[in-house]
Nanobody
């Protein structure tokens, strides 16, 4: 039973940076699709970025493009989300999630992921 654990959230001023971390025990085994998502209370969860370990490719939501970077460290079994130039509208609970796609599909759709971390709060003021 795979469990994901996020860390690195906190409070930061607009324009600042944070790096979120997600411990993914399977990141160096097989094909893993690891995504970062965020959710504001009362709104739907939305995709932020994802990385597909099989092809080492990343994809980003439009609002994250150019400001956020997803990466992985196989040795540490970690996936990171570096967030720069943060804005107040980035305030949300951030989650990492895992999908191990036999079909090679790796998107930013939350419904496709079946293992979720507990979330870490990011507040930008």
């Amino acid at each position: 039973h795979v469990q994901l654990v996020e860390s690195g959230g906190g409070s930061v001023q607009a324009g600042g940076s944070l790096r979120l971390s997600c411990a993914v025990p399977t990141v160096n085994v097989g094909a893993n699709c690891v995504g970062w998502f965020r959710q504001v209370s009362g709104k739907e969860r939305e995709g932020v970025a994802r990385i597909f370990t099989f092809s080492n490719t990343a994809a980003y939501a439009e609002f994250a493009e150019g400001r956020f970077t997803i990466s992985r460290d196989n040795a540490k079994k970690m996936v990171y989300l570096q967030m720069d130039s943060l804005r107040p509208e980035d305030t949300a609970m951030y989650y990492c999630a895992l999908r191990q796609p036999a079909d090679g599909i790796c998107t930013l759709a939350p419904s496709q992921y079946y293992v979720w971390g507990q979330g870490t709060q990011v507040t930008v003021s």
